[in-house]
């Protein structure tokens, strides 16, 4: 009967490993996209309208004047707005947007942070958890490698004859104990 040949354990890739390289391709993936489309907003907090269309509750964009002012127009009562062209502010009603950029016939503004949708904060929360646990975990685990005692490395003392002298082996032990059972104060 022949012998079987041994076949390692399989090895697999650690999981920060893995969720790192799936962050890096995503954020390759998603810079490489938007380095070909540039003019496409994928911010959640980006809205594009042209002109016409409604930025706060009523208030529609009207395009730039000659001059290079932003107009706004709300049709419900009759009021006219009118910014100046390096404005990056508009507010409205007691509501404000953040205009990050304007030409004749369009406008691209981003809302406050409070009026991202619910699943931008699920992501952030979730993110930053888990970079807590990581960091936790790391850190226990380079605390409990510190605290196990490793052989001592170096050349074997020779004797006065120029030879090696063999120490026997011996078991390494522990220097601290891990603690079991509670603390008493």
């Given at each position: ?11 697999r ?11 890096a391709?995503?954020l390759?993936?998603?810079e ?5 489309m ?5 911010d ?17 964009y ?8 932003l ?8 009021d ?10 508009f ?5 404000w ?36 646990w990581?960091?936790?975990?790391r850190?226990?685990?380079?605390r ?42």
């Open positions: 009967m022949g012998r079987r040949m041994r076949v390692g354990k399989k090895r890739l650690p999981v920060w490993m893995a969720v790192s390289a799936a962050l391709l995503f390759m993936v998603y490489g996209y938007r380095l070909i540039p003019f496409v907003a994928r959640p907090l980006y809205h594009e309208v042209n002109f016409g269309q409604r930025v706060i509750d009523d208030w529609q009207e395009g730039e004047n000659e001059e290079g002012y107009l706004f127009y709300n049709p419900t009562n009759g006219r707005a009118m910014l100046p062209p390096q404005s990056r502010l507010g409205a009603d007691g509501k947007v953040v205009i990050e950029h304007a030409d004749a016939a369009s406008l691209t503004y981003a809302e406050p942070l409070a009026a991202a949708p619910w699943y931008v904060y699920v992501v952030l929360f979730a993110g930053m958890g888990f970079g807590g990581w960091a936790f975990q850190l226990r685990a380079k409990g490698a510190r605290m196990r005692v490793r052989p001592a490395r170096g050349s074997a003392p020779s004797g006065g004859d120029g030879r090696v002298q063999e120490r026997p082996l011996r078991k390494s032990r522990r220097r601290f104990k891990p603690h079991r059972g509670s603390r008493l104060l």
